[in-house]
């Protein structure tokens, strides 16, 4: 029998310790997103982060870290200073730009 208790502090802690390895990737100088690849959904990377394009799209039923209204455009780790059109980099993706209306599991609500 699974505790959902241990289940959500696990979660809790894999996206601390997410974010805690991204800061560093937040001071390194950002690449134009013009420049970056586009990072798609099926990167094993991102696949594991649950990332997706288009944050309408998720059904936060079965995507349970999913918050409404939440999208990459309003993550603390989106690097709007290199965005090129919809495309920019993000600091959990290094070398790939991140659609502003995508999602992942490493979100963080801008402060
Ligand atoms: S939600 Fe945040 S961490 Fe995830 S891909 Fe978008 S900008 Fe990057």
New binding site residues.
């Given amino acids: 029998m699974s505790n959902p208790v241990s289940s959500d502090r696990r979660r809790f802690l894999s996206r601390v310790a997410l974010g805690v390895a ?1 800061l560093p990737l937040l001071r390194m100088a950002p690449a134009q997103a013009a420049d970056l690849p586009h ?1 798609s959904p099926d990167d094993p990377t991102a696949k594991a ?1 649950g ?1 997706t394009n288009d944050a309408s799209k998720i059904d936060a039923k079965k995507e349970t870290a999913f918050k409404a209204g ?3 455009s309003k ?4 690097q709007p200073a290199t965005a090129s059109g919809d495309w920019a980099g ?4 290094p070398g790939k730009a ?1 659609n502003k209306n ?7 609500a801008k402060a």
């Fill in positions: 991204a990072l982060l990332y939440s999208q990459c993550c603390a780790l989106f993000c600091g959990a993706f991140v995508g999602w992942c599991r490493a979100f963080a």
